[in-house]
């Protein structure tokens, strides 16, 4: 499932120093859950992105471990606290190994 | 995970299912009671301090959408007691977050209790649960 997984963030461009902000993400993604059965019976191998993280300037934010019952297209609403001006690192990883990465600037005035 | 565990915690899930149908005792898998107890380590667990926010009906089962917050929480783990694999998600918080709340959506099976639990930054845990009715469920199958 390396095809066709686009991230998707919301940040605020600027924000003031201290200043906590609210983060929006969704990733398109199946989320298999290995729970279901296709037409033969046989069951669909689990495929679902099993962690997300969000860093700024190399300082964790949030890291969530995410478990079949996450649906499907990941979406996540977090908090995070703006010290100075610099960049937020998103990362997903993938069951199959794949990472999905994107990054968003936010200017301290 | 391998395919042979997995059928195995799968099986072990539908069994506890079917006997807690049976009894008609609305909550608390054992599955969700050894997640729970594997997240704290066995400690004691006090009711209240962290909010779960989900809705009464879900309709779809497949997004739910559910918000948890708990001030001065390290960790929140957010467990679907009715669910084949109780396990939902973690949520990690590191020096930046702010407010330590966070929102996503899961998939449910069918009716059940969903909780939360943390871990607060004293070493204590505290517990919140919300029912939520599921119309169609989320699983697949």
Not at chain 1, 2 to 18: D, E, L
Not at chain 1, 101 to 107: C, D, G, R
Not at chain 2, 43 to 49: H, I, K, R, W
Not at chain 2, 51 to 65: C, W
Request: hydrophobic share 40%; aromatic share 6%.
């Amino acid at each position: 499932m390396a095809k066709g997984v686009k991230p998707r963030v919301k940040v605020p461009k600027t924000a003031a120093a201290g200043e906590t902000i609210t983060i929006k993400t969704l990733i398109s993604h199946k989320m298999e859950s290995g729970q279901r059965k296709d037409g033969d019976g046989n069951i669909i191998p689990r495929s679902i992105i099993n962690r997300f993280t969000a860093d700024f300037n190399g300082q964790n934010v949030i890291d969530v471990t995410l478990e079949p019952a996450i649906s499907t297209n990941p979406y996540f609403q977090f908090e995070a606290v703006v010290p100075e001006s610099g960049e937020f690192k998103f990362t997903w990883y993938d069951d199959d190994g794949s990472v999905y990465e994107t990054s968003k600037k936010v200017a301290v005035e | 995970m391998s395919e042979v565990s997995r059928r195995t915690v799968l099986s072990l899930g539908s069994a506890t299912l079917a006997i807690t149908a049976l009894a008609g005792v609305p909550a608390f898998a054992s599955l969700t009671d050894d997640s729970i107890a594997a997240f704290t380590g066995g400690a004691d667990v006090v009711d209240g301090g962290v909010e779960l926010t989900a809705p009464e009906i879900a309709e779809n089962g497949n997004t739910v959408p559910i918000e948890v917050s708990a001030p001065g929480a390290v960790a929140i783990i957010v467990l679907a007691s009715g669910n084949p694999n109780p396990g939902v998600a973690t949520f990690n918080f590191g020096p930046l977050s702010g407010s330590r709340s966070g929102s996503t959506r899961i998939r449910l099976a069918k009716t059940q209790d969903v909780v939360a639990v943390a871990k607060m930054e004293d070493g204590t845990f505290h517990k919140a649960s919300a029912n939520v009715k599921v119309t169609i469920g989320g699983c697949g199958g």
